[in-house]
């Protein structure tokens, strides 16, 4: 809770809620269009479903010692930070699925867990190896 560090930033903090906020109506369009691939497309890929309560949880909301509005923060928090979770483990495991090659190095650039066992970008000797099926 950071911002409690910065009580001279009130308004700012309360000018910048509603994008906060408004973040919402985008994040449950993602949440069922996300669901609806993950339940389809999964089954029809024959890949176990990623267990939507390892990553959505909504808790905090119960701790007495928080006030109202740091509740429903929680809540919030809790919920989109979940969801995008959710959203990243199941677009990584179609990326296991669908491709299996690490992208170039950038400097800087993170490297998704699921990319270990990835054939390594540009060398085409591995990628025939791991995957002698995909030769054309």
Request: with cysteine.
């Amino acid at each position: 809770m950071n911002y409690r560090l910065y009580p001279n930033r009130f308004v700012r903090h309360v000018l910048s809620m509603p994008f906060i906020y408004w973040m919402i109506m985008p994040s449950i369009f993602l949440d069922l269009s996300i669901e609806i691939y993950h339940r389809i497309g999964f089954k029809l890929y024959g890949l176990p479903y990623v267990e939507r309560g390892k990553y959505i949880r909504i808790d905090r909301h119960k701790l007495e010692y928080l006030n109202t509005v740091q509740k429903i923060n929680c809540m919030y928090c809790g919920y989109v930070n979940g969801l995008f979770a959710y959203a990243v483990e199941i677009a990584g495991e179609t990326e296991k699925y669908w491709c299996g090659i690490q992208h170039a190095r950038m400097k800087g650039m993170h490297i998704p867990e699921h990319h270990e066992g990835f054939a390594e970008y540009g060398n085409e000797e591995e990628y025939q190896n791991k995957y002698p099926e995909a030769k054309a």
